[in-house]
């Protein structure tokens, strides 16, 4: 099998439009999370809380290309176009067909489906339909605008798995690559904020609506008063590469993609479940040769909800412990669904770099059930050589990748 390692990155996140602004706002311990006043008019809805990413820049793609785009695909093509800068690709190179595209969502862009059905509902009809309409709304809007804006004509796939689309994205490049059928491959997740969206969690009680008026107090990660998650959007995009290819260019090297591990809990459409979380946890360790003691840190999915929570605590003090800082970066950016795996990673690979682990922001008393691990409340500075990134999601659907400094 071959090496994978990760190129280049690119973020379009609730803190900032750039991988460095993102990581500003964890350093200052800033909350992007805001009230949506809007939201107001959604008979029902309880959570008026959301992290909105700021979309700009958007008429730099072609306004043939940009046609077809949701918001989360614009989102996607910018942060793609930063990862392949970043990782310091030419055009000619993204364009063959030895170059991969694989990204994820949780679903088609949720304003331009709404704006669908708002169109063509009251008199039903069709005629009324803009023809690009559909190239918004599908599953794999991320990824079909990503590669033909990029020209991308090596495998394109649209991994839809929820709150772990990105992280599967990412392990899917990863196979690609060690099984040599792709030399590098663009990877990542992408989502937008949308009222329907964050009422579709919250008919499962599942979103915070406790902290209306006081949105920079949550999402509240293992705490005792969380009350739910928090929908953020954005997008991140990572360029895998090939080990010996990227050395022979003399590409910047991020990070050693050591395993990926995704299952399933067969046991609750809803209801996270720990052994299924343990499961993927000890398949990821054993598929990158290491013991639970060589992390040094690991990215919990924790999205503030009451269960899922103390599912994942349960499962991470089965594995690790009290050894190993843990921290959620949901009370910052909120929940980016799908593009939260992604985003997180790369968030975890700049704190690899810069030798700190940012806390879990709003965590100010610890559930008792949630207990059992290493929380980090504080700024930590400690020298961080491995990561595992976790993301489990609605479907019983689990994912962990690990990462290690090369």
Same mark, same amino acid.
């Given at each position: 099998?071959?090496?994978?390692?990760?190129?280049?990155?690119?973020?379009?996140?609730?803190?900032?439009?750039?991988?460095?602004?993102?990581?500003?706002?964890?350093?200052?311990?800033?909350?992007?999370?805001?009230?949506?006043?809007?939201?107001?008019?959604?008979?029902?809805?309880?959570?008026?809380?959301?992290?909105?990413?700021?979309?700009?820049?958007?008429?730099?793609?072609?306004?043939?290309?940009?046609?077809?785009?949701?918001?989360?695909?614009?989102?996607?093509?910018?942060?793609?176009?930063?990862?392949?800068?970043?990782?310091?690709?030419?055009?000619?190179?993204?364009?063959?067909?030895?170059?991969?595209?694989?990204? $994820?969502?949780?679903? =088609?862009?949720? !304003?331009? @489906?709404?704006?669908?059905? %708002? &169109?063509?509902?009251?008199?039903?009809?069709? *005629?009324?339909?803009?023809?690009?309409?559909?190239?918004?709304?599908?599953?794999?809007?991320?990824?079909?605008?990503?590669?033909?804006?990029?020209?991308?004509?090596?495998?394109?796939?649209?991994?839809?798995?929820?709150?772990?689309?990105?992280?599967?994205?990412?392990?899917?490049?990863?196979?690609?690559?060690?099984?040599?059928?792709?030399?590098?491959?663009?990877?990542?997740?992408?989502?937008?904020?949308?009222?329907?969206?964050?009422?579709?969690?919250?008919?499962?009680?599942?979103?915070?609506?406790?902290?209306?008026?006081?949105?920079?107090?949550?999402?509240?990660?293992?705490?005792?008063?969380?009350? $739910?998650?928090?929908? =953020?959007?954005? !997008?991140? @995009?990572?360029?895998?590469? %090939? &080990?010996?290819?990227?050395?022979?260019?003399? *590409?910047?090297?991020?990070?050693?993609?050591?395993?990926?591990?995704?299952?399933?809990?067969?046991?609750?459409?809803?209801?996270?479940?720990?052994?299924?979380?343990?499961?993927?946890?000890?398949?990821?360790?054993?598929?990158?040769?290491?013991?639970?003691?060589?992390?040094?840190?690991?990215?919990?999915?924790?999205?503030?909800?009451?269960?899922?929570?103390?599912?994942?605590?349960?499962?991470?003090?089965?594995?690790?412990?009290?050894?190993?800082?843990?921290?959620?970066?949901?009370?910052?950016?909120?929940?980016?669904?799908?593009?939260?795996?992604?985003?997180?990673?790369?968030?975890?690979?700049?704190?690899?770099?810069?030798?700190?682990?940012?806390?879990?922001?709003?965590?100010?008393?610890?559930?008792?059930?949630?207990?059992?691990?290493?929380?980090?409340?504080?700024?930590?500075?400690?020298?961080?050589?491995?990561?595992?990134?976790?993301?489990?999601?609605?479907?019983?659907?689990?994912?962990?990748?690990?990462?290690?400094?090369?």
């Amino acid at each position: 099998m071959k090496r994978v390692v990760i190129t280049g990155r690119g973020a379009i996140t609730p803190l900032g439009n750039t991988v460095d602004s993102m990581m500003d706002g964890l350093a200052q311990g800033r909350s992007a999370v805001e009230r949506m006043d809007d939201w107001a008019a959604y008979k029902g809805l309880h959570s008026l809380v959301g992290a909105p990413a700021v979309l700009e820049n958007e008429k730099q793609i072609p306004r043939q290309k940009r046609r077809s785009m949701g918001r989360l695909s614009i989102f996607a093509a910018q942060a793609a176009t930063q990862a392949v800068e970043d990782a310091g690709l030419p055009p000619e190179v993204v364009a063959s067909d030895r170059t991969g595209c694989v990204v $994820g969502s949780t679903m =088609g862009s949720a !304003a331009s @489906i709404t704006e669908t059905f %708002e &169109l063509i509902l009251p008199e039903r009809d069709i *005629a009324q339909l803009p023809s690009t309409k559909f190239f918004q709304c599908v599953s794999h809007t991320a990824t079909m605008n990503i590669s033909q804006y990029l020209g991308i004509t090596g495998t394109v796939l649209a991994p839809a798995a929820a709150c772990a689309s990105g992280l599967q994205a990412l392990g899917v490049g990863y196979d690609l690559i060690r099984m040599g059928r792709q030399d590098r491959v663009l990877c990542g997740g992408a989502e937008e904020l949308h009222p329907t969206v964050t009422g579709s969690f919250d008919v499962l009680f599942a979103t915070s609506s406790h902290h209306n008026d006081s949105p920079k107090t949550t999402p509240r990660p293992f705490d005792r008063g969380r009350d $739910g998650l928090v929908c =953020g959007e954005g !997008a991140g @995009i990572l360029v895998l590469e %090939e &080990l010996e290819q990227a050395v022979a260019r003399g *590409a910047t090297i991020h990070a050693e993609v050591l395993g990926f591990s995704t299952c399933g809990s067969g046991a609750h459409i809803s209801q996270s479940s720990a052994d299924a979380m343990v499961r993927c946890l000890r398949q990821v360790l054993e598929e990158s040769g290491i013991q639970p003691l060589d992390v040094d840190y690991v990215s919990a999915h924790a999205t503030a909800t009451v269960h899922g929570d103390v599912e994942e605590a349960k499962a991470l003090a089965e594995i690790f412990g009290d050894a190993v800082p843990v921290s959620s970066l949901k009370g910052h950016m909120g929940h980016t669904l799908g593009a939260s795996g992604a985003i997180e990673l790369i968030a975890s690979l700049e704190m690899m770099k810069r030798g700190i682990v940012y806390p879990t922001l709003n965590l100010e008393n610890i559930d008792p059930e949630c207990g059992g691990i290493h929380h980090v409340v504080q700024p930590l500075e400690k020298r961080i050589d491995i990561i595992v990134k976790n993301s489990f999601a609605f479907g019983g659907i689990n994912a962990a990748l690990v990462c290690r400094k090369i």
